[in-house]
């Protein structure tokens, strides 16, 4: 395989960038060409792809977003759109792609190769820790590390004014950023998708405080749980405990910014430079992921299909510290 092409699809997150720059500098190290895509899938569409080379990603190793830029592609889940991809990387005598992204990438890439038979390796790029075949996502940790940081903030005024936060954090279908923020913050308590909550359990984890003398409480809820977003929560326990002082606070996209942490920067560049060995291992439909600290393939359908479930461990982890 002499030419390959980069991209970044759907949600952005912090690593992205030092991933591209790993299939960038790999790919050079092993005299290969490699292109950008702009926009993910969108950019393959309309022909948005141009050469890159070392320079291209000097110092980006260090920032947020992705130079690349990203979307949610509507036009490649199209037959018609999937075909003007395959012709516009025919026209620039690509061999090989790696995508970066998360669940969605992948499933677009799984069809395209099917269709079309374009040698495919995935690097997980997603803030919600989410996908089947590597312990972490590039992304999650800083977007913890973030969480974590105004969790801490909203701590020391929570206490200041005896009051109850409801604190919602990204995750539509996965509590691990809710999980690891609450821990490491100290949570009374977290919502998460993956397990049922319900609004009588709240009141009594608050109640249990107050008798237990705690003036102040955080409950961190991810964005999907069942019982809805920190909003919906908070009024529905307002509803039950009129008298609490409740305030509710949603992190939103700040999650999904800044600098990346050392961490995702070292995960991204291993991912990066291990997807492009993969193809030139001829690996076609996999994602490059690490598991306990190694490099592992996992077939793209394995890693949309097969759950990851949170540690149970954890979730209980959480009542034992908030005791
Ligand atoms: O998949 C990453 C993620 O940040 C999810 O946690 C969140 O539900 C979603 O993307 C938000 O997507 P958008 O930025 O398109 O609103």
């Known amino acids: 395989m002499k030419r390959i092409a980069v991209l970044t699809s759907g949600g952005d997150s912090p690593g992205m960038n030092a991933c591209i720059r790993a299939v960038v500098r790999a790919a050079v190290y092993n005299n290969m060409e490699v292109y950008g895509v702009r926009r993910g899938y969108n950019g393959m569409i309309k022909g948005d792809i141009f050469p890159m080379d070392s320079f291209s990603v000097s110092n980006i190793v260090q920032k947020g977003g992705t130079i ?6 509507m036009e490649f889940m199209t037959y018609e759109g999937r075909k003007k991809g395959y012709e516009n990387l025919m026209n620039f005598g690509i061999e090989g792609l790696v ?13 395209f190769f099917n269709e079309f038979g374009v040698p495919t390796v995935g690097a997980p790029g997603t803030i919600d820790n989410d996908l089947f075949g590597t312990d972490h996502t590039i992304g999650f940790d800083t977007a913890v590390n973030t969480a974590l940081d105004a969790i801490d903030k909203i701590r020391d005024t929570a206490d200041s004014h005896d009051r109850i936060f409801f604190i919602e954090v990204m995750g539509r279908d996965s509590g691990y950023i809710a999980i690891q923020s609450g821990l490491g913050g100290g949570a009374e308590m977290v919502m998460v998708p993956e397990t049922d909550t319900s609004i009588e359990e709240v009141i009594d984890t608050l109640k249990s405080g107050w008798n237990r003398s705690k003036t102040s409480s955080i409950i961190v809820v991810a964005e999907g749980d069942e019982e809805g977003g920190a909003m919906e929560v908070a009024e529905k326990v307002r509803a039950h405990l009129p008298y609490a002082d409740i305030k509710v606070t949603n992190l939103g996209h700040v999650q999904r910014g800044g600098a990346p942490t050392a ?3 070292i995960l991204a560049s291993r991912l990066g430079a291990a997807a492009v060995k993969g193809l030139l291992e001829g690996r076609k439909n996999v994602m490059a992921g690490l598991i306990n600290n190694e490099v592992v393939y996992t077939p793209f359908k394995d890693t949309i299909t097969k759950s990851k479930p949170i540690h149970q461990d954890l979730i209980n982890l959480v009542d034992i510290l908030s005791v």
């Open 99 to 111: 995508a970066i992204g998360g669940n969605g990438t992948f499933t677009g890439a799984e069809i």
């Open 263 to 265: 961490f995702d920067r």
């Open 68 to 73: 690349l830029k990203s979307a949610r592609s």
